[in-house]
C-alpha cells in the first residue's frame, strides 16, 4: 500500500468509527461462532513456513456480491439454486477481505471455516447484539399490520434518539439477522420486524433479537397453508414472548379471537404484559376520513386527540399497538401523539394518487385475507364509485378456495359497487360476492384483459368520479396495473 494509499485507508477508518460502527476483527468473528466449530483459514498467498497470523478489521459483513465494498467480509450462503461458495473470488475482487464460509475454497483471501453458514450468520448478529447493552429493542410480530406499525414506531422513535429500523421485508431467519449486524453503536432503539412461515422461525430469531418489548398485532390467516390452522399461526406468533424477563413487556391484541391465549402465554414470561384495543392503550370517538383517522389516544387515565394520516380502523389499532410499545419503554404520550402524527404508510400501503379525475390507492405491498378485509372497509369509505381490483392471495393452503369464496362474500357485504379479480382464484371471490348480491363482481384470466376492460370504464366515466384500490399477495404484482393506468 501507498502512502497515499494508506492515509486514505485511515480517513476511511477514523469516518467509520466516528459513525460507531462495530469492529469485526479475526477474534470477536471467532468467539461469535466458537459454537460452529469456527476455525481460520490463512489466506492462499501466505508463506507455509510462517506461522499463521489473521489480521481482519472490517465495518460490515455482506451476503451478496452485488453490494460488495472494498474491506467487507463475504459470508457465502447457498440455497437450493445457487452457492455462495461460487462468489467468494468475485467478492475478493471487489474488495472483500475474507469469507466466512463451509468449505475451504482457493482464493485469495482469509477464510473462517464453520460448520452452517446460515446459522453463523444469527450467531454473528447475537454476539453483535450482546455487544450493545444499552440498546432497547422493539420486536413485533403478526399476521397483518407488522409493516404499517413498524412504520409508524420508527416515527415515534426516530425523533428521540437513531434507531434502527427493519428495512422492506428483512425479517426472515436470514433477514432479521442482516438488520441486526447494521447496528452502529450510536442507536439508541431498534424496531425490529419478525414473520414466519413456519413453526419455530419466530423462536429462533427472537432467540438473536432478544426484544426488550414484544408485540403481536394479531392472529390472522397469513401463511395458513404452511400453518394448517389459526391456532399453528397463534402458536408460532406468540413464540415472541418466549425470551422475555419478568420485568420486560409482553403487548397483547385485545380483540382478536386468540386474545385470551395470547395473554396466558405472555404472563408465563412477563410480569407486564400491556393489552392494546380496549384496556391499557384504546381509543375512542373514532372518525375515519378517506384519507385519515381522527380518534382520542387512552393512555392509562391520559386522554389526547389524535389526527393520524392513514385511512382505516386497522391503522387507528396499529398506532394503539405502537403506543403500547412506545409507553412501555417509558415513551411520554406526547412525544407518541407527536411521532403517530408524522407517520407516513410505506410504498403500497393505502398510498392514494390521482389518475385525471379518478383516485387510484395502491395497497399492492402484500395481502392476507385480514388485510383485504381492511382495505374493503377502507374503500368503502371513499366517494364516487368504488371498485376493488384483487389479485390472488397466496400461501393459503388447501383453505384457498373457501377463503377466496369468504373474501367475495365479505367484500360484497361492504359498501363496494365493483369487484374485479383476477388470478387462479378470481372466480371462486367472484361466486362469494354473488351469492352476496348488491356489487357487480368479474373475474379476468389475466391482468391484460383486466386491465383493457378497467382503462375502458375509467375512460367512459368521468362524469362520476371512481376510486379505485388495488390489493393482491406479493406474488400477484397487481402494482403493474397502476403503473400501465398511469402511464397512458
Known sequence: MTDKEETASTSVDN????????????????????????????????????????????????????????????????????????????????????????????????????????????????????????????????????????EMLGSIFSRLAPTLITRGNLNNDLGAPMMLLELSDQHQYAIIELGANHIGEIAYTTEIVQPDVACILNIGTAHLGEFGSREGICQAKAEIYHTLSRDQYAIVPDNDDFTNQLRRIAETHSDHV?????????????????ERSEFKLHIGSEVHDITLPLAGEHNVNNALAAAACAHALGVSAADIVIGLENARPAKGRLNSQLLGMHRLIDDTYNANPHSVRAAAKVLAAQTGTRIMVLGDIAELGEAAVTEHQALGRSIAATDIDMLLCVGDFARFSVDGASEVGGIAAQAFSDKTALLTYLQQYLQTHEARPCTVLFKGSRSAKMETLIEALLGE
Not at 481460520?40 to 507455509?48: E, F, H, K, V
Not at 450482546?130 to 406499525?149: D, F, M, R, V
Not at 400491556?274 to 378517506?290: K, N, Q, Y
Open 15 to 150: 469516518e467509520l468509527h466516528s459513525q460507531g460502527l462495530y469492529v469485526w476483527q479475526a477474534e470477536n468473528l471467532l468467539a461469535a461462532t466458537a459454537s460452529l466449530a469456527g476455525q481460520w483459514l490463512p489466506a492462499a498467498t501466505q508463506d507455509s513456513s510462517e506461522t499463521p497470523t489473521i489480521s481482519v478489521t472490517s465495518y460490515r459483513i455482506a451476503t451478496d456480491t452485488r453490494t460488495i465494498k472494498p474491506g467487507d467480509i463475504f459470508l457465502a450462503l447457498s440455497g437450493d439454486n445457487f452457492d455462495g461458495h461460487d462468489y467468494i473470488n468475485a467478492a475478493a475482487s471487489k474488495g472483500a477481505i475474507a469469507a466466512i464460509v463451509e468449505r475451504p475454497v482457493s482464493t485469495s483471501i482469509p477464510q473462517l471455516i464453520v460448520s452452517d453458514a446460515r446459522l453463523a450468520l444469527g450467531h454473528l448478529a447475537a454476539y453483535r447484539r450482546q455487544q450493545h447493552k444499552n440498546l432497547k429493542i422493539i420486536a413485533i410480530t403478526g399476521s397483518s399490520g407488522k409493516t404499517t406499525c413498524k
Open 274 to 290: 400491556l393489552g392494546f384495543g380496549s384496556t391499557d392503550i384504546s381509543a375512542s370517538h373514532l372518525e375515519v376520513e378517506p
